[in-house]
């Protein structure tokens, strides 16, 4: 999987959007980016992933570049629930059996 | 998403005793899961790959014959700690492969391990 490097920790105020940042330079053409999320003592929260495309669900927009070099995932209107460890990793398809390696993600502290 | 089940989500045990702890995938099968540890203030590190009706895959530093997994069926997987100790308290979390969703993996509320 390529190596994929976020900021330590980030602040975002409730209601405002927050747009963390991952970079995956060498990130190959099957290689997708994941984003999970987790919150104090809970398991990691699968958020969304894309491979070149924009995407958006419920919960958040991912951003890709379209070097695919990095990305950003977008949480329109945070709120103080949305405060955790964010991770973002590269897979490739190929390695659907394989498991997913979490690097130290960022830490989104939303506060009002 | 998918829903991935984990129980006990805590449990306190003597120190020399076996403790079980199950993952289910509540309503999709999973030939495969992964187990997880994570101490304080750390990330997630993979334990082992639990594939249903073979022998699990361990990462290395994990003593297989001390964290004995089991996947008897497509639906759970268990991880039992061995003569547990005070510095194998940690939580432990699994997750499993969802082939119906594109693969995407999901993981389960984990379960807070104190060996005391």
Known sequence: DAKTTQPTSMDCAEG??????????????????????QIHSQGPQYIIHGLKNNETNEMASLIITEDRKSSTLILPHATLRDTAVYYCIARASGQAGTALIFGKGTTLSVSS | GAVVSQHPSRVICKSGTSVK??????????????????????????????NEGSKATYEQG?????????????????LTVTSAHPEDSSFYICSAKDTSSGNTIYFGEGSWLTVV
């Open chain 1, 16 to 37: 405002r959007a927050a747009n963390l940042p991952c970079n995956h330079s060498t990130i190959s053409g099957n290689e997708y980016v994941y984003w999970y999320r």
């Open chain 2, 21 to 50: 702890i199950e993952c289910r995938s509540l309503d999709f099968q999973a030939t495969t899961m992964f187990w997880y540890r994570q101490f304080p203030k750390q990330s997630l590190m993979l334990m082992a790959t639990s």
């Open chain 2, 62 to 78: 994990v003593e297989k014959d001390k964290f004995l997994i089991n996947h008897a069926s497509l639906t759970l997987s268990t």
